[in-house]
């Protein structure tokens, strides 16, 4: 839970240096960049640079160095020319298209960390970009690639090590920065995934509720509720342990069953509450069962081998809890209860 803690605050503080950054940084100049072999770069529709004298022949000479450099297959010199036009000249019309092809070429490197931060740093200085949506499209597939499995690789060749953790952090910007956009269901749906993959089953919960919570007319809603359902009732660890996990999974399987009811995956929701109820049952069951042979208790276990029942009515488990309440009543009549019950029952403990 101190994981799920800090990610909470994280996000938010993320979410609000986004936000301020996209005030302080330039947005994109109206202009549009042509290549052509022959000329190199060119602005079209009369704008200007946003450069003047010797800062704008420089400029474009580096923007056309890049770019024959990349013609060529020159990748690392054609990232490093580009990289020095983007930190030299951050407030001309160069320098969101060449982050966009320092990132494209750096992805083709598979150095995905790199690729996805050169992304995200055309996303928040130029916000205004007309690249927006296919930016973080690309950043999608980055984050999908490295849950996935990928390796990023250091230099351009060197493999690093899996890190689904860095994944779930890209997933976390994607969301943050394009909230309104098709890949934040997405988006939440494979921070779940990514999560559920590391065992961190509360994080998993933590994302599926953000998703149907904030996006519940997603196409991806049945699909979140009914994981939401199954990621709860993973955590349950039998009838003789904290039922709080058991009830969630059966509120949301309900709410699946209610809200869906022509999913494909109807049946497969009716079995997982089918096992949740009887879980529930069956805990109340035990509980009345303490009180009976352990405590005497006649007037608490009647309690609980009603619950039992009310918990799920057709099931068995509710059968032999309708029996055990004539045993009690029995009982305090001072009648003998079948010694192989008491003899059952202490077994289990």
């Given at each position: 839970m101190p994981n799920l803690l800090l990610r909470r605050i994280r996000v938010p503080v993320l979410g609000l240096?986004?936000?301020?950054?996209?005030?302080?940084?330039?947005a994109r100049l109206a202009a549009d960049l042509m290549w052509n072999a022959q000329t190199g770069w060119r602005l079209e529709g009369?704008?200007?640079?946003?450069?003047?004298?010797?800062?704008?022949r420089?400029?474009?000479?580096?923007?056309n160095k890049a770019r024959t450099a990349e013609e060529s297959g020159s990748t690392g010199s054609a990232i490093s020319s580009y990289e020095k036009v983007a930190k030299r000249y951050p407030n001309s019309v160069y320098a969101p298209e060449a982050?966009?092809?320092?990132?494209?070429?750096?992805?083709?490197?598979?150095?995905?960390?790199?690729?996805?931060e050169s992304y995200q740093t055309v996303t928040l200085r130029y916000p205004n970009t007309k690249r927006f949506n296919e930016i973080v499209g690309e950043q999608y597939r980055i984050a999908g690639a490295l849950l996935d499995g990928a390796r990023n690789r250091t230099w351009g060749w060197l493999p690093g090590f899996r890190n689904r953790e860095k994944a779930i952090e890209f997933f976390e910007i994607v969301l943050l920065t394009a909230p309104y956009s098709d890949y934040a269901?997405?988006?939440?749906?494979?921070?779940?995934?990514g999560h559920a993959r590391l065992h961190d089953i509360p994080e998993a919960i933590d994302a599926l509720d953000r998703m149907i919570n904030n996006y519940p007319q997603s196409l991806l809603a049945p699909d979140a509720y009914l994981k939401l359902a199954q990621a709860h009732a993973s955590l349950v660890e039998g009838p003789y342990y904290d039922q709080a996990s058991t009830k969630e999974a059966v509120t949301y399987f309900e709410d699946f069953m209610i809200l869906f009811p022509s999913d494909a995956n109807i049946a497969a929701a009716a079995k997982g509450l089918d096992n949740m109820k009887i879980v529930l049952a069956e805990s109340k069951f035990k509980i009345g069962d303490f009180y009976f042979y352990r405590r005497d208790n006649f007037k608490a276990a009647k309690v609980f081998y009603n619950e039992a029942i009310t918990a799920y009515p057709d099931s068995d488990v509710a059968k032999r809890a309708r029996l055990r309440l004539n045993d009690v009543e029995a009982k305090a009549a001072g009648k003998t209860v079948a010694p192989e019950d008491r003899k059952k029952f202490l077994g289990l403990f």
């Amino acid at each position: 839970m101190p994981n799920l803690l800090l990610r909470r605050i994280r996000v938010p503080v993320l979410g609000l240096v986004l936000a301020i950054s996209s005030l302080f940084l330039p947005a994109r100049l109206a202009a549009d960049l042509m290549w052509n072999a022959q000329t190199g770069w060119r602005l079209e529709g009369g704008a200007v640079s946003g450069l003047v004298g010797t800062d704008g022949r420089n400029a474009i000479d580096l923007m056309n160095k890049a770019r024959t450099a990349e013609e060529s297959g020159s990748t690392g010199s054609a990232i490093s020319s580009y990289e020095k036009v983007a930190k030299r000249y951050p407030n001309s019309v160069y320098a969101p298209e060449a982050l966009f092809r320092a990132a494209k070429l750096q992805l083709t490197r598979k150095q995905y960390v790199k690729a996805f931060e050169s992304y995200q740093t055309v996303t928040l200085r130029y916000p205004n970009t007309k690249r927006f949506n296919e930016i973080v499209g690309e950043q999608y597939r980055i984050a999908g690639a490295l849950l996935d499995g990928a390796r990023n690789r250091t230099w351009g060749w060197l493999p690093g090590f899996r890190n689904r953790e860095k994944a779930i952090e890209f997933f976390e910007i994607v969301l943050l920065t394009a909230p309104y956009s098709d890949y934040a269901p997405l988006a939440l749906m494979n921070i779940a995934r990514g999560h559920a993959r590391l065992h961190d089953i509360p994080e998993a919960i933590d994302a599926l509720d953000r998703m149907i919570n904030n996006y519940p007319q997603s196409l991806l809603a049945p699909d979140a509720y009914l994981k939401l359902a199954q990621a709860h009732a993973s955590l349950v660890e039998g009838p003789y342990y904290d039922q709080a996990s058991t009830k969630e999974a059966v509120t949301y399987f309900e709410d699946f069953m209610i809200l869906f009811p022509s999913d494909a995956n109807i049946a497969a929701a009716a079995k997982g509450l089918d096992n949740m109820k009887i879980v529930l049952a069956e805990s109340k069951f035990k509980i009345g069962d303490f009180y009976f042979y352990r405590r005497d208790n006649f007037k608490a276990a009647k309690v609980f081998y009603n619950e039992a029942i009310t918990a799920y009515p057709d099931s068995d488990v509710a059968k032999r809890a309708r029996l055990r309440l004539n045993d009690v009543e029995a009982k305090a009549a001072g009648k003998t209860v079948a010694p192989e019950d008491r003899k059952k029952f202490l077994g289990l403990f």
